[in-house]
């Protein structure tokens, strides 16, 4: 079993910057997808950005430049730093960790706000 722990959200003027952290407990987490997904209410969670545990990466083409993931094995951690943050990145974001013969996982989530 995977737990999942997000934190950084909170509220950012438009063109600020979040840090969001994402801790691994309870399982190896080097051999894990790692992604982050965000949520609207009544609308589909999206892909924001996922890291492989070869080390690659995918972003969608709304966050290319803005943002971007990483991961510390060793810590069972991993970041997404979000720069230059608009309006429409305001949503839930979501931890994912996922392996076809271990499962697949989401953490309770963090609110982010931009906002003026």
């Known amino acids: 079993q995977v737990q999942l722990v997000e934190s950084g959200g909170g509220l950012v003027q438009p063109g600020g910057s979040l840090r969001l952290s994402c801790v691994a407990s309870?399982?190896?987490?080097?051999?894990?997808?790692m992604g982050w997904y965000r949520q609207v209410s009544g609308k589909l969670r999206e892909m924001v950005a996922t890291?492989?545990?070869?080390?690659?990466?995918i972003y969608a083409d709304s966050v290319k430049g803005r943002f971007t993931i990483s991961r510390v094995n060793a810590k069972n951690t991993v970041y997404l730093q979000m720069d230059s943050l608009k309006p429409e990145d305001t949503a839930v974001y979501y931890c994912?960790?996922?392996?076809?013969?271990?499962?697949?996982?989401w953490g309770q989530g963090t609110q982010v706000i931009v906002s003026s």
């Open positions: 994912n960790a996922g392996h076809y013969d271990r499962g697949n996982y």
């Open positions: 890291m492989t545990n070869g080390g690659s990466t």
């Open positions: 309870g399982s190896i987490f080097a051999i894990y997808n």
